[in-house]
Nanobody
């Protein structure tokens, strides 16, 4: 199966931008729909954004719609999350996830996804 490694997290001020990357290795990346989730200690993991295996379909959580952009480069086996106008409430560990399907269904059981190790994003006010 595919293996995932996130990068690009860090500490920024409110209003600034970050771009997260998720590098995939192993089985063919283009066969996987992909998603981004985030988690704050003590809270459940929260869906952020998803993209189909071809990149033709995307969806976002209401909390990030208009500020975040998910994309993928199947030639580079990499998933991205461009995060603009960051807010302190965006502070979390961000995880990428892979689903061996053409579309990504965020409500599916987490055990059906392949997960990366996460990258910390901290937004100061």
């Amino acid at each position: 199966q595919v293996q995932l490694v996130e990068s690009g997290g860090g500490l920024v001020q409110a209003g600034e931008s970050l771009r997260l990357s998720c590098a995939a290795s192993g089985r063919s990346f283009s066969n996987y729909a992909m998603g981004w989730f985030r988690q704050v200690p003590g809270k459940a993991r929260e869906f952020v954004a998803a993209i189909s295996s071809t990149g033709g379909s995307k969806n976002y959580a209401d909390s990030v719609k208009g500020r975040f952009l998910i994309s993928r480069d199947n030639g580079k086996n990499t998933l991205y999350l461009q995060m603009n106008s960051l807010k302190p409430d965006d502070t979390a560990v961000y995880y990428c996830a892979a689903s061996f399907t053409s579309q990504f269904f965020p409500s599916s059981s987490a055990s059906t996804f392949v997960w990366g190790q996460g990258t910390q994003v901290t937004v100061s006010s």
